[in-house]
Structures are given as structure tokens and as C-alpha cells.
């Protein structure tokens, strides 16, 4: 795909989880029951490009602008999962965040 073919825009999924509204995955269930409009429309489909023009809304309420990204480096102590949840019910990184931490993500290694 060449420049002059690539849609304008970013995929609707990738703009709410930016948003921190959910993660990429759980954004297009939510646009598949129908929490979510642009431009007024209802919309069923993750497969649409939108931009800064366009109007979102999650559950008649608009969308939040974006934070700016941001990097904090952990010194995670040892016996903590890097993972946002674990099957085996063991204590993770984000278990150990403040409360009043912005939307966070690991990048990195994911292991004990």
C-alpha cells in the first residue's frame, strides 16, 4: 500500500483504546453491541478509519482527547507477573501502582 492509497485516519478500535475508553480487543466488542457513534451514527463495524474531524461517542458521551504518551521506568520487584491480569491469581506489577496512575501498559519483557 502506497501513501496515496492509505486511508486518512486511524482504525476507530486504535482511537478509543489511545483514549483509554478499553484495550483495542474489548473497543471493538463495544462497537459491535452498539456503545459507539461517529458523527452521530451508531456504528456495528471496528473496520473504519477515523479522524480529529470526526465526532466520537461511547454511550452518548464524548470521547476524551488523547493523553500524551508518557514513560515510566519500573524497577519491578521479583516474584511480581508483568501482566495487566493473571490466570494463576498471582500479584502483578499493576497491583502494585498507585491508585491515581493514569492508563498504564508494559513494554518489555513480560515475565516474573
Not at 478509543?16 to 475508553?21: I, K, M, P, T
Request: aromatic fraction near 4%.
Amino acid at each position: 500500500m502506497t501513501e496515496a492509497t492509505k486511508p486518512e485516519g486511524e482504525r476507530i478500535a486504535k482511537v478509543l483504546s489511545r483514549a483509554g475508553v478499553a484495550s483495542r480487543r474489548e473497543a471493538e466488542r463495544m462497537i459491535e453491541i452498539g456503545q459507539v457513534a461517529v458523527n452521530g451514527k451508531v456504528i456495528d463495524s471496528p473496520a473504519l478509519n477515523v479522524t480529529a474531524a470526526d465526532r466520537i461517542t461511547v454511550d452518548g458521551k464524548p470521547l476524551a482527547a488523547p493523553e500524551p504518551a508518557r514513560l515510566w521506568l519500573y524497577y519491578k520487584p521479583e516474584g511480581l507477573v508483568t501482566s495487566a491480569s493473571d490466570e494463576k491469581g498471582r500479584d502483578t506489577v499493576f497491583d502494585h501502582l498507585p491508585e491515581d496512575m493514569p492508563r498504564v501498559m508494559s513494554v518489555g519483557r513480560l515475565d516474573l
